[in-house]
């Protein structure tokens, strides 16, 4: 699926946000709120954590995130996109190995709450248990995977 059909379907669930990419997102730097990162991993990435399961993670995955303090969405974003950083947080890990970054801001958002609405939109399902909400007692990950439908072809 390629980038702009995932932000649509995105789009179409959340049905607000704005767009930003590692060129426009120093805008947001006192904005308060939460985002929606897409990425997209061509080669399966190992994952293994403390208190997270072992998992083979690939193709398009949608993290949940949210800042209040600091530098605020802005800064978090920035750092997100860089491609070149000491890996501090679990999806620090991901998006190095990402070969497609793109966001979704919603100032004043909050990631639990884009987390109830994707999943509950049956379009998309937690990639792996855990991750991102260690610390959260509403979600069950903050890390979503699109779910595909299949498509069966019938032979008469």
Known sequence: MPEPDM?????????EGTPIDAGTVQTLRRVP???????HLDAPLRFARAKISEASLSGWL??????RGGGRIGARLERHF??????????????????????????GGSECEI????????????????FGSTDCRRCPAHL?????EERVDRVA
Request: net charge positive; glycine share 8%.
């Open 7 to 15: 932000l649509a379907r995105i789009y179409a669930v959340l049905g």
């Open 33 to 39: 709120g939460a985002y929606v990162l897409v990425m």
């Open 62 to 67: 949608i993290y949940a995130g949210s800042t």
């Open 82 to 107: 860089k491609t070149n950083k000491r890996i501090h947080w679990h999806v620090d890990e991901l998006t190095v190995a990402a070969n497609r970054l793109a966001a979704i801001v919603m100032p």
């Open 115 to 130: 987390v109830e609405r994707l999943v509950g939109s049956g379009a998309f399902q937690p990639a792996l248990q855990g």
């Open 144 to 148: 979503l995977a699109p779910v595909f």
